[in-house]
């Protein structure tokens, strides 16, 4: 089993930065990769940056040269730095994990984006 608890929300102005953290638990050495997703309210949940044990990235094109996505050498914490936040970033963020094939996610933190 695999357990995500991310942390790291709260209102932010536009243009300014917040840094998300994932903490992995369980049997992280059994985990393939590990993403951060978001819900903006009424839409579905959508992909906004991955990474592997190894560490390669992939990001939405929505996020490139903004969202910074880093992992700890010990896998057990995922980070997401966002920079030059917009308003439209403001979205519940979900950290998932692929462990055996298995979908994880955390419970989210709210992002808010707003003067």
């Known amino acids: 089993q695999v357990q995500l608890v991310e942390s790291g929300g709260g209102l932010v102005q536009p243009g300014g930065s917040l840094r998300l953290s994932c903490a992995a638990s369980?049997?992280?050495?059994?985990?393939?990769?590990i993403g951060w997703y978001r819900q903006i309210a009424g839409k579905q949940r959508e992909l906004v940056a991955r990474?592997?044990?190894?560490?390669?990235?992939n990001y939405a094109d929505f996020v490139k040269g903004r969202f910074t996505i880093s992992r700890t050498s010990a896998w057990n914490t995922v980070y997401l730095q966002m920079n030059s936040l917009k308003p439209e970033d403001t979205a519940v963020y979900y950290c998932?994990?692929?462990?055996?094939?298995?979908?994880?996610w955390g419970k989210g933190t709210l992002v808010t984006v707003s003067s």
């Open positions: 998932h994990a692929v462990r055996w094939g298995m979908d994880y």
């Open positions: 990474i592997t044990r190894g560490g390669s990235t």
């Open positions: 369980g049997d992280i050495y059994s985990i393939s990769d």
